[in-house]
C-alpha cells in the first residue's frame, strides 16, 4: 500500500501515480481514458434540436442545448472520482495530490465525495496529463 497518490487528469485521460515516500519519485499505476471526450461536438450529437415555425414570432429552437463534450467531462470527471473513492475505501492512499486542466479541476470538486474531499493534501491547475512521471513529479511540492 501507498500511502500517497497523486492524480494526473483532462477531460480524457487521468493517471494514478503513487509515490512510496514523501520525497520518493512517482510510479504510475493506473490510466483511465474517455476517448469520447477527444471527439468533435458533431461526432457526440446525432441530431439537432427541433425547431418550431408559426406566423407570430418565426422561427425558434425546443429546449437548451447543452454541450456533449461538456456532459462527456462531466461523465468522466465522475469515473474518476467514484474510482478514487473505491480505492480510498480499501485503504489504498491516505493523501491525494489532484493536478488537472483547469475546467477539469472543477469537476472533480464537484463530483468527489466528502471522504475524498478531507484526504485532497494540494490541488494545481494545471494541464500537464501528458507529460511523463519525472516532470510530473518537478511540478509538486519537493515533499509530498
Known sequence: MSDIWVTVAD?????IFKADSSSSPLEEIQTLAHPAARLHEGDLTTDR???DTNS???????????EAKDEEAARFAS??????????QKGRF????????????????????NNVKQVVAEELSKNIATLD???IRSHLPEFL
Not at 11 to 15: D, F, I, L
Not at 80 to 87: G, Q, Y
Not at 105 to 113: T, V
Open 11 to 15: 477531460s480524457s485521460r487521468a493517471r
Open 49 to 51: 434540436s427541433g425547431r
Open 56 to 66: 407570430t414570432s418565426g422561427s425558434h429552437g425546443f429546449g437548451a442545448e447543452t
Open 79 to 88: 469515473l474518476v472520482c467514484s474510482t478514487l473513492e473505491a480505492a480510498h
Open 94 to 113: 491516505n493523501k491525494l495530490y489532484l493536478v488537472a486542466a483547469p475546467s477539469f479541476l472543477g469537476l472533480l470538486r464537484k463530483y468527489r465525495s
Open 133 to 135: 512521471a519525472k516532470t
